[in-house]
């Protein structure tokens, strides 16, 4: 099955350390974040990979080259959303199944392999949080989704979604119905919302997920695979 890589982003919750590399080329002891990630997609089993790339989309290829990872780089012209910059993936992956992953968190070895599904439903990954508010909380029922409440300010469940998810072909025909969100992007949430709706999305729990969503989260970022990484 083949990967999709959401790495386009500024990562502007990361300044001042995105001023000079995108957010996934963040170095996570001594090595950048995406090293991991592309690591353990290959642990997982996964050998095609199609990076969607916009901010230093140079770096990126640089860093292709100088850990010995092959991959296909997609461009994201503009800041326009997730949703948008799945569309640019539609080529890569054909009518095939596929799994995608936003390039700023990660997954045990054994999750990853668990959404190698080739079945009748799309999968979105989702982990128990304590603070569930921050996030974009899965409203589940009978281990289908019924709809994604993004930053809920009241307690709806504390199963969230990790940016992992394993899509077939009618992802894109699903993004071509979404409208622009209020911050006039187009959201991949709002396609899998869709899809919700129809009975064709399931929920798969994971062990554990990492966010590299901001400076303060490094630490324990580092902490983790300090105490946790193998090769």
């Known amino acids: 099955m083949k990967v999709v890589i959401l790495a386009a982003g500024k990562g ?28 353990s997609l290959q642990m997982a089993g996964y050998n ?13 290829a640089l860093f292709l080259q100088q850990y010995h990872f092959k991959a296909t780089l997609l461009e994201q012209k503009g800041q326009k959303g997730t949703g948008d910059a799945l569309v640019q993936a539609h ?5 095939e199944d596929f799994v995608m992953v936003q390039g700023d968190n990660l997954w045990s070895v054994d999750d990853l392999k668990i959404f190698q599904k080739k079945d009748a439903y799309h999968y979105i990954c989702g982990v128990q949080v304590e603070n569930p508010q921050k996030y974009g909380v899965l409203i589940t029922q009978n281990h289908f989704l019924q709809e994604i409440k993004e930053k809920p300010k009241e307690f709806v469940g ?3 979604n990790t940016g992992l998810f394993k899509f077939k072909a009618d992802i894109f025909v699903a993004l071509r119905h979404i409208k622009l969100s209020p911050r006039g992007e187009l959201e991949l949430t709002d396609a899998v919302s869709l899809l919700a709706k129809e009975g064709k999305v399931k929920v798969q729990k994971a062990q554990w997920w990492l966010d590299l969503g ?17 090769e």
């Open 158 to 160: 504390n199963v969230i």
């Open 48 to 60: 095609e990979f199609g990076i969607v790339v916009g901010y230093m989309k140079e770096k990126v």
């Open 214 to 230: 901001c400076l303060e989260d490094i630490p324990a970022v580092s902490k983790f695979l300090q105490e946790n990484w193998k």
């Open 91 to 95: 080529n890569f992956v054909g009518k």
């Open 12 to 39: 502007t919750r990361m300044l001042p350390l995105t001023e000079k590399v995108p957010k996934v080329l963040v170095e996570i002891n001594s090595k950048p974040f995406l090293y991991y990630l592309l690591k």
